[in-house]
């Protein structure tokens, strides 16, 4: 268990290196930079030239990357080349608005696609083939477009919640919590279908196996074969789906941030790219990469609990 | 031998290629059929929409759908479904991009790590694992801010960050294919490994290339017209299908309708191509689970000719005309035909035959506990004066473990792999009585004396992992023991086991049944652990009882000619190094047996009246009866 | 049938002092095969017995160059064949394996799984066959096996156990073979299909004088087939000797618990092995010795001191063969009942 932890711990730091390096090193090797940008199409060379050795461009592309690096360990992100904003900083304040999104919707999802799933592999019927119904619907719908019709019909409507917007949990924890439903709504519907068919799926297969059978057979009450036995065995590789579906939801959070107006992070990486602003993007990067280490840690962790193999060597 | 091939096998199932399998399903066909009728529609956009995707008409915005504009129009007053048809183009050349780049990637490389392996599959692993978890959303915002909002070179990066997924899944099926031993057979020929990797190891993996290749197709589409929807495409007025959407939300409290063309189409595209890889998935791969996911009423029974009146006799359990039926894919299967036979208290009756004569099922069958697929459709369970096939739910939890208790086939298997071996008896200790936890942890000590496990305490903390297969049969039989039961069923209980380990197994059952005077139902298909074991024996042949009697009088003189010709096809029969008398052909699986005597076809006896109807048993003594017409044939040799 | 290719000649497979390591983790590594001397002569037909784990599979996979050897020597006649590899090994060696189903490709007729060696070798000896002469030789091999040549093009879902392992019986001799291999070739199939195999075994061992490596944890199987054995356990030979010898009058205390262990088809012959068995006052369970030691003797009724440090080897034994054991002198003497197979007449099949 220790060494599983350890393993995933000594595993980010190539990953926070690799995400840095793709592009950092797309951007020196595409024609075009930052002064460029910065100065629009109506530059002159000299004034192109003084910005470039403002901004350190002329260095070679992999000084260049150890600045960033060496910044990055202390906390500095560099700076927005359109705002000239610290990206850390904006970075920091906007964190908040997508962990609002992103934790409730994860633990929603969890539960439940696990409930869903469970109570159709052992009501199966008519719950089976409805929750297998639906997954497929959650599967191919956009989470975009579910979101608008979501809009549509609670914020347009019904006028219950608001359309847009995000409200700080410290000035109004009922206005955070309104401006937080129909998001995560949007962006839990992937996520407890996908969610659900797995533990759908895992749970059939070991209620069919021979462990179950003989627990049976030997007079153990159904109730404690489902709930002790059966979701305990299931639980090993729904967790470890649920990793994978948590990793997917930051794209869709990139989405539903945009058609929420929510201040977070997925919005500000996407005016970012609208403005070629690769530092911010860059920043992003580093912050979504943490995310993603954060939930292989309670993964893993959740999976060496659950599994004795792991947990007894 | 010459009818060898009279015999089908168990899975008579010409192979076909992939394609043929997948329109041969209605799922595969709709879907199909929907993804080429999309794809030559908008390639076909020039010349089949109705009109130019650009031309504004602020006349007619935002209209429903009529004659002139099947789809509507939009904000500008454009033709909606021109518009889609057009937008569908460059969504397509952008699924093409990131499913070439994803296979180009993964194929090559999952085949060469699944059967190379070693230190080049451990490397590529390792990277795989880290490209796993990439953010990819935020590489592709980068290459769009890089690249000027090219969605090509973003595709194809989504592509490339895709490909560990599905190199994992073709690295695992290569790995396992490359440990069948077709693969070792082929390089002992000598095939070099290129030939091996062509010929043999590639053709298997077409199934999960397909899927895996549909499935990201489906992402593609998804991530695509997600990007063109956050206006990171190619810029307007140019259609696509994100950008639609956009638009649409513009207008969303006017024109609700708008949202409706778009986004249906982009869900019916993802969703055709996901189901189209499910469909694959199911042609290609067996099913998880031995029901394969189908389930029967158990209502289905057949009504009986007569309601069994009960106890006609003093057996303990006495099984009568005992009919089960399996529902599976090609339609549903007669397994157990009238299957009889009786067990008296304190007796071992062994139930003998080859494999799929339905020796298991009939076992399971009398638990109660046969797969989701599979019911009871005629006949009765009688068990100490009731019949268990029209018993409640709870009436049979109660016979559970206390009256009637199994053992299986794979003791490791029939043990919960995530709790300790002592819980797991408590467990069952504490279902069948009130203990307390810590009188029910002495009374799990107790049992595991009872079966010589030694070390007691210190097993109780082990998970079944960690123990052998010899003392994990001791745990189950322990497990068994726990409610005193009067009968105990064993499928196969020392077939997994070294024959050393079985001579221990046997001698505890043995023991363990003179002191308590348990009846036991021994599944097993080794006559000579029915010598060793049984007082009685049933030899099931096709899902009957053919033959039933005291083992003296069996192994004295079969009196059935299935039961003589199975005897003698042992190697101990015949002297060294000579022929053995064998039965030709094989045991005909279920829904190819022949009318008549089930046994016919291999039978030497077998004459013109043993086809014309079914064979009953025929009762030759007190304790005897014999499936078998002829038997006399048999009674005159030696 | 024409040859298709040329046979070489029979030759005796010697195997001395073989160890397999299998690496498991970092740096540590499980010891499959300790130090087994053994040969086939030609035209022989070896049985090799013992339980799951006894290193039985390790040792068929070492001879066929697919386990990694540590020490010792294989040689087939004068070509030691430690290190070749793939193609550069004698194709006079074959296999047939246990597990009728993973021996076939799925996605190939039968006719084009044994067609393919032949392709293969003559690509290698650059002597080609032409189409009709390669399907020929499936044909005939076909007949040899007992199987109608339609079976050629046929995929292997389409026969059961039994047929498939005739299918792969006849690949592994289609090359022409000298030695054949079977690695608990008829462990997974049913009494009545299992005897059909051993007998064409048998008759294709008589036709083509092959020589026969006997592979099986079944006592009865074993003692059919084979002229000679070898009982392994834990990766060391304990007994070799002829079958009838082993069989007859086991000189090793673990060999007697095999034989009085597994059960007979005949009320009371099994009733003596029973009662010989239960007379026997076995050690309680205790762990298996490690390092210099008999493996034996934590489940050995005769063991002594010496035994826990001292390695028995292999010597010649009292009665004939020879055997791994500080104690054969001082065994008590053995009468098995003589279960003399019944004349064949007992059944009417
Ligand atoms: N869940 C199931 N679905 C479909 N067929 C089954 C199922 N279980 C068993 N069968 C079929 O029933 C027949 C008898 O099986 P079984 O009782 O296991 O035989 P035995 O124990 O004698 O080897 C076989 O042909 C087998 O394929
Ligand atoms: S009824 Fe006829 S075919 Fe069947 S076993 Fe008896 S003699 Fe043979
Ligand atoms: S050497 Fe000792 S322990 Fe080993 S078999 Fe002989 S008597 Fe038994
Ligand atoms: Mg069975």
């Known amino acids: 268990m220790g060494r599983l932890i350890v393993h995933r711990v000594a595993m980010s730091i190539p990953l926070l290196l690799i995400v840095s390096l793709i592009i950092f090193g797309l951007e020196a090797v595409v024609p075009g930079d930052a002064a460029s940008t910065i100065l629009g199409q109506n530059a002159t060379p000299e004034s192109l030239a003084a910005l470039r050795v403002q901004l350190g461009l002329n260095d070679p592309w992999i000084v260049r990357y150890g600045h960033w690096l060496g910044g990055a360990l202390h906390a500095d992100l560099g700076t927005s080349i359109i705002s000239g904003v610290d990206v850390t900083s904006s970075l920091n304040s906007r964190l908040a608005v997508t962990l609002s999104l992103l934790v409730p919707t994860m633990l929603l999802s969890a539960v439940a696609g696990i409930a869903l799933g469970f109570a159709s592999a052992v009501r199966g019927g008519i719950l089976g083939r409805f929750i297998d119904v639906v997954s497929l619907f959650g599967f191919a719908v956009p989470s975009f477009w579910i979101a608008l019709i979501l809009v549509t019909f609670f914020a347009v409507h019904l006028n219950l919640l608001p359309a847009t917007g995000y409200q700080d949990f410290a000035t109004s924890p009922t206005g955070w919590l309104k401006s937080i439903i129909l998001p995560v709504l949007a962006l839990s519907l992937q996520g407890i279908t996908s969610v659900a068919k797995q533990t759908r799926d895992t749970v059939m297969e070991v209620l069919e196996t021979d462990y179950v059978k003989f627990l049976r057979a030997n007079g153990v009450s159904e109730r404690s074969v489902r709930y002790r036995h059966v979701l305990r065995n299931a639980a090993i590789p729904v967790v470890t789906s649920l990793g994978l579906v948590s990793v997917g939801m930051l794209s869709g959070a990139v989405f539903i941030e945009n058609v929420f107006v929510l201040p977070g992070l997925g919005s500000l990486a996407t005016q970012a790219t609208l403005d070629h602003d690769v530092p911010v993007i860059l920043g992003v990067g580093v912050f979504f990469t943490l995310c993603v280490i954060a939930i292989n840690l309670v993964i893993d962790f959740a999976y060496g609990l659950l599994n004795p193999k792991v947990r007894v060597s | ?638 | ?349």
């Open chain 3, 1 to 349: 049938m024409k040859a298709a290719t040329t046979a070489g000649e029979a030759a005796e497979l010697t195997v001395s002092d073989l160890v397999v390591d299998y690496p498991i983790g970092w740096r540590r590594h499980r010891r499959a095969v300790d130090g087994v001397s053994l040969s086939v002569p030609a035209g022989r037909a070896v049985g090799l017995v013992g339980e799951s784990g006894s290193g039985k599979s390790s040792l068929a996979k070492a001879v066929l160059g697919m386990a990694p050897l540590s020490a010792g020597r294989i040689a087939y006649g004068t070509t030691v064949l430690n290190d070749l590899r793939g193609a550069a090994r004698p194709q006079d060696i074959q296999v047939v394996f246990q597990d009728p189903y993973s021996s076939l490709d799925p996605t190939k007729t039968i006719g084009y799984t044994l067609q393919e060696p032949l392709r293969a070798h003559s690509a290698r000896t650059g002597r080609s066959l032409s189409r009709a002469e390669r399907e020929e030789s499936v044909r005939a091999m076909l007949a040899k096996v007992g199987l109608p040549a339609e079976t050629a093009g046929r995929y292997p879902s389409q026969f059961s156990g039994g047929q498939r392992q005739r299918i792969s019986i006849a690949r592994a001799l289609i090359l022409q073979p000298r030695l054949l291999i079977c690695d608990e070739a008829v462990s997974a199939l049913d009494l009545s299909i299992q005897a059909q195999i051993l007998n064409l075994l048998l008759e294709l061992q008589a036709e083509l004088g092959l020589s026969l490596l006997f592979i099986t944890h079944d006592l009865s199987v074993v003692n059919h087939i084979a002229e000679d054995l070898v009982v392994l356990f834990r990766g060391r030979v304990m007994e070799t000797g002829s079958a009838e010898l082993v069989y007859r009058q086991p000189q090793h205390p673990y060999t007697r618990q095999l034989v009085m262990s597994a059960p007979t088809q005949d009320l009371e012959a099994q009733r003596a092995r029973r009662e010989r068995r239960e007379a026997l006052a076995l050690p309680p369970a205790r762990p298996a010795p490690l390092g210099e030691a008999c493996p034996f003797a934590h489940r050995c009724a005769f063991a002594v001191e010496r035994c826990r440090n001292e390695r028995p080897l292999l010597r010649d034994a009292p009665l004939g063969g020879q055997v791994a054991c500080h104690r054969a002198d001082e065994l008590p003497p053995w009468s098995e009942e003589h279960t003399q197979p019944r004349e064949a007449s007992g059944s009417p099949a």
């Open chain 2, 1 to 638: 031998m010459s009818d060898l091939l009279s015999t089908p096998a168990e899975f008579p199932v010409r192979r076909r290629g992939v394609l043929r399998a997948v329109l041969a399903t209605a799922r595969g066909r709709i879907t199909a059929g929907f993804l080429v009728l999309l794809f030559a529609c908008c390639l076909l956009a020039p010349v089949i929409a109705p009109a130019d995707p650009l031309h504004q008409n602020l006349r007619e915005i935002l209209q429903t759908p009529s004659g002139a504009h099947w789809l509507g129009t939009d904000n500008l007053g454009r033709d909606v479904l021109s518009r889609l048809l057009y937008g569908g183009r460059s969504s397509i050349v952008a699924m093409l991009e990131g499913v070439a780049a994803q296979v180009a990637v993964a194929v090559p490389l999952g085949v060469a790590a699944g059967y190379l392996g070693g230190r080049f599959d451990r490397i590529v692993m390792r990277l795989a694992d880290i490209v796993m978890s990439v953010p990819v959303i935020v590489i592709l915002l980068a290459i769009l801010a890089i690249f000027d909002h090219s969605i090509a070179v973003a595709m194809i990066t989504l592509g490339v960050l895709g490909a560990s997924g599905m190199m994992r899944i073709i690295r695992g099926t290569a790995m396992t294919i490359r440990q069948e031993l077709y693969v070792s057979a082929a390089e002992l020929l000598g095939l070099s490994r290129t030939q091996i990797i062509f010929r043999h190891i590639l053709p298997r993996c077409r199934g999960v290339i397909i899927v895996q290749t549909s499935l990201f197709a489906a992402l593609a589409i998804g991530i695509q017209t997600g990007l063109t929807f956050l206006g990171l495409g190619p810029p307007p007025p140019a259609a696509t299908w994100g950008g639609m959407v956009n638009e649409a939300a513009t207008t969303l409290s006017t024109a609700p309708w708008l949202l409706v063309p778009s986004g249906g189409l982009i869900a019916l595209t993802v969703l055709a191509l996901g189901v189209l890889g499910d469909t694959v998935r199911d042609v290609t791969a067996q099913s998880h689970t031995s029901s394969g996911g189908l389930r029967v009423k158990s209502a289905k029974r057949r009504p009986d000719a007569a309601q069994v009146s009960v106890p006609e006799g003093t057996a303990l359990l006495s099984v009568r005309d005992l009919s089960v039926s399996f529902l599976t894919p090609r339609g549903e299967v007669e397994v157990l035909s009238g299957v009889s036979f009786d067990l008296d208290a304190g007796q071992t009756l062994g139930l003998v035959g080859e494999s799929g004569s339905g020796k298991s099922v009939t076992a399971r069958a009398v638990l109660a506990l046969l797969e989701a697929n599979g019911a009871v459709t005629g006949g009765s369970v009688i068990f100490d004066g009731r019949d268990l096939t029209r018993a409640t739910r709870k009436e049979l939890a109660a016979l559970r473990g206390t009256r009637i208790a199994l053992i299986s086939q794979e003791p490791m298997a029939a043990l919960d792999p995530s709790f300790r071996i002592g819980s797991q008896l408590s467990e069952i200790v504490r279902s069948h009585t009130d203990l307390s936890r810590e009188a029910a942890h002495r009374r799990v000590l107790e049992l595991m004396e009872m079966v010589e496990l030694p070390d007691p305490e210190e097993m109780a903390k082990r998970y079944p992992f960690q123990i052998s297969g010899g003392m994990a049969q001791r745990v189950a039989i322990a497990a068994a023991l726990a409610g005193s039961p009067d009968l105990l069923i064993a499928d196969e209980p020392t077939t997994a086991l070294d024959v050393t380990v079985q001579a221990d197994v046997l001698a505890l059952l043995r023991r363990l049944q003179r002191e308590t005077g348990m009846a036991v139902l021994l599944v097993t298909h080794d006559w000579g652990v029915v010598a060793d074991s049984c007082t009685h024996v049933a030899v099931m042949y096709a899902g009957q009882v053919v033959e039933q009697a005291p083992v003296e009088q069996v192994f004295g003189a079969p009196a059935h000619p299935y039961t003589a010709a199975l005897m003698a096809s042992s190697p101990e029969k015949a002297p060294r190094r000579t022929p053995i008398d064998a039965i030709a052909g094989a045991v005909p699986p279920p829904g190819t047996r022949p009318d008549g005597c089930r046994f016919r076809d291999r039978c030497a006896l077998s004459a013109a009246d043993c086809a014309e109807t079914d064979i009953p048993l025929v009762r030759l003594n007190e304790e005897r009866v014999s499936r078998c017409i002829r038997t006399e044939l048999l009674q005159v040799q030696p």
